[in-house]
């Protein structure tokens, strides 16, 4: 009597064990519905355990049966539970896939109860307490390859899962579970099945204990990502299919896994699935796809719309996981065309009305380069072109300053000193064709070109 109530002790803690992990499953930062199937599928193994803890205890035979009845009915609904959470692990829930697990757990209720009502099982009493002795009968072998069925089933998604799972920590801890499960799931089936088929044997029905082992794997992955069982795909429909911008998710591959709506409507051509480096160029050339591996805001791009090829700023921003793993990436797409065109046409008037100007005008690069100049200055040269002029140009300068500073750095010191303040005036020593010294008066002006982007005007005044 003493053994009876210690086997039943074991199966009643190993039921608390599974109820207890599956509410913290369930419990960790998000409650979602693949967590409440977690919930759902250990609930169902720990009322197996209970109530084949009060048949092991049970006063009489009666109260066995009705017991192991209880427990064997309800194990099967562990098995429909499971395959849901394995399902949406590694793809989408459709209402197909969901008609099919209702039809083949209808079907298993019906073999289970014909298994409750027929002679397959014989509850005996021994000296640890009553167990159940399974008898080869063809409901039983039906039972036993609808078993197989289940197992292969869930073989095939774990593997699935293997296959999905991104992050090298989750997929190294994903193996060592299906490892697990590869081992004590056939054993649980032997213990508590197969026997009677294979050796007319049979023990009290503890199988289920080693589960244990296997649910503690899957309750320290879920702990250690919170977030794995929210799919990108999901949760980025949430949050960005309205937004009137191009949205795209990628993965740690840089593969888009997601584009919103708007994408859909403003991108050219299917881009889901396909490498981000492949959608976009940077400066007319494709880009490494190590360029994507860091955050970065502003950077300009070239994309294939369906109205024609489209300028953007795109910025970046890649989602990690607590040990520095990427989770996803946010690529989000600002369509800069016509502000560059109209940027682009301000330049053209600018350059134009600059062209007319007449006084002498040069134009200086933010790294203190000769660009450009206007017509009035090319006249004080005489040079016909831009080009002449930027090649003539130097000259016409003394290799000295009045001051008695060197030319080269004296231009450079004042467009600096002009970049920093924005406006400045200059004292000047021009040298001409004929070798002759003249003073001018140089006014700087900084000009904003694009963002971040400056050049000065030399306006110039012969005196």
Known sequence: ?????????????????????????????????MRRLCLFAFSALALRNLFYALMVISCCYEYARFYWSLGFFIVFAFFPCWLLFLIYLTSKITLKKLILIIIHYIITAW??????????????ESFYGYKNHYNISPIFIICLINVALYIIMMTVLLVNWLHTVELKRVKKMALLMILMTSVFLPAMILIDFSQAFFFNLSNPPIGS??????????????????????????????????????????????????????????????????????????????????????????????????DGIKNCNMHLTVVKDDFGDDLHKIVIISDTTEL????????????????????????????????????????????????????????????????????????????????????????????????????????????????????????????
């Open 1 to 33: 009597m003493s053994l009876s109530y210690g086997i039943s002790i074991i199966l009643i803690l190993t039921a608390t064990c599974y109820f207890s992990l599956g509410l913290l499953i369930n419990s960790i930062v998000k409650r979602t519905y």
């Open 111 to 124: 073999i289970v109860i014909i298994c409750i009502n027929s002679n397959v099982v014989q509850i005996v």
């Open 209 to 306: 204990i080693l589960l244990v082992i296997v649910v503690i794997q899957l309750y320290r992955i879920m702990k250690t990502y919170r977030a794995f069982d929210i799919t990108i795909e999901n949760v980025s429909q949430d949050m960005y299919a309205s937004l009137t911008i191009p949205v795209l998710i990628l993965n740690n591959e840089n593969k888009i896994i997601f584009v919103n709506n708007f994408s859909n409507n403003y991108l050219l051509g299917i881009i889901k699935e396909r490498n981000i480096a492949d959608v976009i160029s940077f400066d007319k050339k494709k880009p490494e796809k190590s360029f994507f591996n860091e955050s970065f805001e502003n950077v300009s791009a070239t994309i294939y719309t369906r």
């Open 340 to 463: 560059i065109d109209a940027r682009k046409g301000m330049e053209d008037r600018l350059k134009l009305l600059i062209d007319n100007i007449p006084i002498p005008i040069t134009i200086w690069s933010q790294d203190i380069k000769l660009i450009g100049c206007n017509q009035e200055a090319m006249k004080q040269i005489e040079v016909d072109n831009k080009d002449d002029f930027l090649s003539a140009y130097s000259k016409c300068m003394p290799e000295y300053q009045k001051n008695g500073i060197k030319t080269s750095e004296y231009i450079t010191q004042e467009i600096k000193k002009t970049l920093e303040i924005g406006y400045n005036y200059v004292n000047w020593t021009h040298l001409t064709r004929d070798g002759d010294l003249i003073d001018m008066d140089l006014t700087l002006v900084r000009v904003e070109i694009s963002d971040n982007k400056y050049e000065v005007l030399c306006y110039v005044k012969w005196l």
